[in-house]
T-cell receptor
Framework: NAGVTQTPKFQVLKTGQSMTLQCAQD?????MYWYRQDPGMGLRLIYY???????DKGEVPNGYNVSRLNKREFSLRLESAAPSQTSVYFC?????????????FGPGTRLTVL | DAKTTQPNSMESNEEEPVHLPCNHS???????IHWYRQLPSQGPEYVIH???SNVNNRMASLAIAEDRKSSTLILHRATLRDAAVYYC??????????FGAGTRLTVKP
């Protein structure tokens, strides 16, 4: 099992450009999450999807959109990137919904917006 | 949201036990105590979680105070691979996880 995979690993964008971060999990989990981590800080939840076909905002959703393409895949889109979105982005999945359960994290995407 | 307080950093010697403290004086009855760790340049990794009773698994033990206002993550024999940032997180049912800054653990050979 690959667990949670993310692409790309690194990305540099110019202000105003758009891009989509991809995430896939092969553990048949219902729930998937997108977090961001700024230097020296803990993770903050951007969006989550409790099940296929549903998405909800987390703590810091502004400037992002998500798509739960199917049970395996959950993508994060930046429509018009800003320097404040420079961060490391982590995708995670879990068996249960927000009620609990171990979350499995991907290796992260390091995004720099110039 | 209930908050947690952890020391910024701790040091340990290899093969010695490590006790990582977490204070959560405003914890509510439905909050679970979760611990995750993040090794350098990796995503967080689940360590352990509990509600009221002490918990043990292959990675660590979680000791929860009787009043639940504090807890301690215990690594029984620290190895160099245990050097990481450890996050103590309170998670109520149907709520998301709020990560703080965590405790950076350094393990000395």
């Amino acid at each position: 099992n690959a667990g949670v995979t993310q692409t790309p690993k690194f990305q540099v964008l110019k202000t105003g450009q758009s891009m989509t971060l991809q995430c896939a999990q092969d553990m048949n989990h219902n729930s998937m999450y997108w977090y961001r981590q700024d230097p020296g800080m803990g993770l903050r939840l951007i969006y989550y999807s409790a099940s296929e076909g549903t998405t909800d905002k987390g703590e810091v959703p502004n400037g992002y959109n998500v798509s739960r393409l199917n049970k395996r895949e959950f993508s994060l889109r930046l429509e018009s990137a800003a320097p404040s979105q420079t961060s490391v982005y982590f995708c995670a999945s879990s068996e249960e919904g927000l009620a609990g359960g171990e979350q499995f994290f991907g290796p992260g995407t390091r995004l720099t917006v110039l | 949201d209930a908050k947690t307080t952890q020391p910024n950093s701790m040091e340990s010697n290899e093969e010695e036990p490590v006790h990582l403290p977490c204070n959560h004086s405003t914890i509510s009855g439905t909050d679970y105590i979760h611990w995750y760790r993040q090794l350098p340049s990796q995503g967080p990794e689940y360590v352990i979680h509990g509600l009221t009773s002490n918990v043990n698994n292959r990675m660590a033990s979680l000791a929860i105070a009787e009043d639940r206002k504090s807890s301690t993550l215990i690594l029984h024999r620290a190895t160099l691979r245990d050097a990481a940032v450890y996050y103590c997180i309170l998670r109520a049912l149907y709520n998301d996880m709020r990560f703080g800054a965590g405790t950076r653990l350094t393990v000395k050979p």
